[in-house]
């Protein structure tokens, strides 16, 4: 508790209350049970990612890159290897962004949670 110093006493008219919570009572075994089932919507928001990062790292190479011969290889199946590459990037990037769709947030494992059937 807070005590003011003297001269510094502040009246107080009125106080307001917002402080009111709400309880979400669950057994442990179901809670576990929505989580495990639902781990894997909650990662796929992130998974993006590392697709459209590879995919960018991978056409800027393939722009900026002059391809040599090297281990054993010719530099027209290094750009091969790189155009495939970004072909394969691409596809999983869209297949990361349609599981985007499905994804779920944590507000929506919390309506789950609370046995709001609206997912």
Known sequence: MIVPKSGNNIGITEIHENTSQELISITGDKLKLILLQNLS???????WQMPLSLLLTIILV?????????FGLQKNVWSAIFIISSIICA?????CLFKLKKSITVDGVIDLIKNKNNH
């Open 41 to 47: 919507l909650i990662e796929s928001n992130k998974a």
């Open 62 to 70: 393939f722009c900026s890159a002059d391809f040599k011969d090297a």
């Open 91 to 95: 596809i999983w990037l869209i297949v």
